[in-house]
């Protein structure tokens, strides 16, 4: 679908703010994907290749991000979870 990461990055900040009718094809088509997410009962979890591909797009979004009010969905709560791990010493 969409070739670069950066570009793709810079695709799902535009789609979080974006709320008009908008006429960018790579917008239209991350939007798809995020009410695909939300909508999903398979999930990720369940095998779903949409939602995997929503799910790594927020989370390489979220290692980037820098932004403590940020307008990307779910973005704070990964990036949370990310401190949560990383305080916690790694048991195997
Ligand atoms: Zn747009
Ligand atoms: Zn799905
Ligand atoms: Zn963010």
């Given at each position: 679908m969409m070739k670069k990461l950066s570009k793709v990055l810079e695709v799902l900040l535009h789609s979080a703010r974006c709320r008009s009718r908008c006429s960018d094809p790579h917008c239209h088509l991350m939007k798809k994907l995020f009410s695909h997410s939300k909508a999903c009962t398979v999930r990720s979890s369940g095998g779903c290749r949409h939602c995997k591909k929503a799910w790594l797009i927020l989370i390489m979004h979220a290692r980037n991000c820098k932004e403590?009010?940020?307008?990307?969905?779910r973005c704070r709560d990964l990036k949370q979870h990310a401190k949560s791990l990383a305080q916690k010493p790694a048991v195997v």
């Open positions: 403590s009010d940020c307008v990307v969905p």
